[in-house]
């Protein structure tokens, strides 16, 4: 059964849309990070205009993470303070990451930037989480204790002015890398239609020690805020928003937020690290294949508007 997706400018199977839909919902519950990383690359690769995946990716997203925070919040895994400090530097950060968009959309250059930045953060990202994480495995195989720091060791960063304490995640440290967290993790977002989660919650376990309980749902409810902001902004400003399309996907992937929320709460520390380098790095690698393979099409040829 084919659909027509107006904004995108093509037909694309019913069935397919909500699949992946289900797909990235499971996903999102599960890990906490949106599922963005995956949903945009997978839209571009059945042929939907970059842009317009990016866009709607942040619809499908905002959707599919309001049950995954509600189910962490419910069950007090979700530290709301420290949320709430990440979000705010998020909501910063995705007003630069619309203004970027529109500049490299209007310049011909998003494409390319989308590639780049997709192909160099999942894999470093991914390589570093893989190495941490199998190391994590063979120490607790092994027997050996992993290094820990004592209460009140802080690094240099946590020492920076106003320091906060978080009772929920049993930490105190300056909310300045935290909201500086959040304005990276909102540009990210919104400049590749991801919810930055692949990002946040890495940086949280290993930076500011969060315990993985919290880590997920926390991780939700910022992922949330920031992506209704930069849906809105995306359907003010880019027009690339295709609702039909963002709809679709909405149904399958809130259904699968609850299934990958409840598989989320079983899984110990290092396997949900391990399972998430592994994700990150398969979808990097896909992305580095695109840019070194010979094209289908070799030829386009494109209108340009001159200025008079």
């Known amino acids: 059964m084919q659909l027509y997706l107006p904004i995108a400018e093509l037909p694309l199977n019913l069935f397919l849309l909500l699949g992946m839909g289900g797909a990235i919902g499971f996903i999102s519950g599960l890990f906490g990070v949106g599922g963005g990383f995956l949903l945009t690359p997978l839209l571009i690769f059945v042929g939907v205009p970059a842009p317009v995946a990016v866009a709607t990716s942040a619809t499908h997203i905002a959707a599919s993470s309001v049950t995954g925070a509600l189910t962490y919040w419910r069950r007090n895994a979700l530290d709301l303070k420290l949320g709430t400090v990440l979000t705010i530097g998020g909501l910063l950060g995705t007003l630069a990451g619309v203004f970027f968009f529109n500049q490299m959309r209007r310049l011909g250059h998003l494409d390319l930037v989308i590639t780049l930045a997709y192909v160099s953060l999942l894999m470093s990202v991914g390589c570093l989480m893989f190495v941490e994480s199998i190391g994590a495995m063979l120490r607790q195989k092994s027997g050996k204790a992993a290094p820990v720091r004592k209460a009140g060791d802080h690094v240099w960063y946590e020492k920076l002015p106003l320091t906060m304490r978080f009772p929920r995640s049993k930490m105190s440290t300056s909310v300045i890398p935290l909201a500086g967290l959040g304005l990276v993790i909102g540009f990210i977002g919104t400049v590749l239609g ?6 946040v919650v890495p940086a949280l376990i290993y930076f500011f020690r969060v315990p993985t309980s919290i880590v997920v749902g926390t991780s939700l409810f910022q992922i949330l805020v920031t992506m209704i902001v930069a849906t809105f902004l995306h ?3 880019s027009q690339a928003v295709d609702v039909l399309l963002a709809l679709t996907l909405v149904v399958g992937g809130v259904i699968g937020a609850q299934f990958g929320t409840r598989t989320g709460q079983a899984l110990k520390g290092e396997q949900f ?7 990150i790095l398969i979808v990097g690698i896909r992305f580095a294949l695109d840019l070194v393979a010979a094209p289908a ?4 040829i494109n209108a340009t508007e001159l200025e008079r």
């Not at 991801?194 to 990002?199: A, E, S, T, V, Y």
């Not at 690290?273 to 994700?279: D, S």
């Not at 099409?297 to 386009?300: P, Q």
């Open 194 to 199: 991801i919810g930055g989660g692949f990002l």
């Open 235 to 237: 359907a003010m400003f």
């Open 273 to 279: 690290r391990l399972l998430l380098a592994m994700l």
């Open 297 to 300: 099409d070799r030829f386009s």
